[in-house]
């Protein structure tokens, strides 16, 4: 029976991707939590220059598949396993969720993604690459199956090259490769070495950075304190606009709208909300209406408020956006200021402050956009 647990966890610790360092337990998590590693992104990018850049053209077969397989007899069974358990779209295997269109062709959660994300840019039905039929959040599901054989089938470790299950890998990576990049321990006083872990003793034996000066220490802190006060007064900012007397906050929907030009183009724009006994609307456009959105693996969300009421005289505000309560997205919170009178009634467009390409599919992805907003009134 405990081999039983033990197989389960083992599952789902192999799953977030190897390197990805989202920790355990990510995998049964959503997708969402899947998709945000940071290694993901670089891989969706990739990938979808690869596989679903303008070129690819959806009526032709699927490219043969890529072979980085074991050599020798011993890997035949796992030969054949490779071809049948990858996403159909990028041919790699699956580091994390597998999703499966209505006909049961498999494909990686960033893939997925992205093809939803494609088709809200596209304003087109999403479907899928191998047999165009529709595919959908709720018409696809999960292959937890698929998951776990991915999850049993050998691959190497990075940095010593031996193989290992998919599964314990990740552990091997972090604790027991003797191979695994490390930095040495006296990187908080600025040493900036990284070398192989079995390297690492002697370099910490020899490191001249514990025998520094205080002088010298006093520069590299320096430059740690910088990045860390740059932090603080933005929550400082923060919590000194928390003690204005008007405050108001909301939560807003962006809804996917198109613009009807030829080439018609996604915007998302908020119902009209009540802020501060003023109405308002916001905006948002995808990397900043550049006419394809679609053929870039870079995207960012803009935002624009707008004050629709008319006001006697200027109103002043900061405004900042986050995280709604029923979304899950990251966001860095950035403070804009504004003053808005009925000749300066629009913001200019800022960017969203989502960490990067990745959560910006995520927003596109979502059938709408769920934030907070929260304006603060600068009174004179
Ligand atoms: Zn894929
Ligand atoms: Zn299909
Ligand atoms: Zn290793
Ligand atoms: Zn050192």
Known sequence: MSSMEERGE??????????????????????????????????VGFRRGEGLGP???????????????????????????????????CLDLPKASVYQCTNGHLMCAGCFIHLLADSRLKEEQATCPNCRCEITKSLCCRNLAVEKAVSELPTDCPFCLKQFPRSSLERHQKEECQDRVTQCKYKRIGCPWKGPFHELPAHEEECCHPTKTGTE???????????????????????????????????????????????????YESPRFTVLNQTWVLKARVNDSERNPNLSCKRTLSFQLILK?????????????????????????????????????ETDYVPLPITDSVECNKLLAAKNINLRLFIFQIQK
Do not use: W
Request: charged share 25%; with cysteine.
């Open 217 to 267: 220490l006093m520069g590299i802190l320096g430059e740690m304190d910088q990045s860390h006060s740059r932090e603080l007064t933005l929550y400082n900012s923060i919590f000194s606009l928390l003690c204005y007397e008007k405050i108001g906050f909301t939560e807003v929907q962006f809804r996917p709208y198109r613009t009807d030009d030829f080439i018609t183009r996604l915007y």
């Open 10 to 43: 083992v599952g789902v610790a192999a799953a977030p991707g190897s390197s990805s360092g989202l920790g355990v337990g990510a995998v049964g998590a959503a997708l969402e939590t899947v998709v945000g590693g940071p290694s993901m992104q670089e891989e």
């Open 55 to 89: 070129e690819s053209d959806p009526d032709e077969p699927p490219p043969k598949k890529r072979m980085r397989l074991p050599e020798g007899e011993s890997g035949k069974l796992e030969e054949r396993l490779y071809s049948v358990l990858c996403c159909t779209v």
């Open 309 to 345: 009421s008319k006001v006697n005289s200027a109103i002043e505000c900061s405004f900042l956006l986050l995280k709604g309560p029923y979304d899950d997205v990251r966001i860095k919170p950035v403070i804009h200021h504004h003053a808005f009178s009925n000749d300066t009634n």
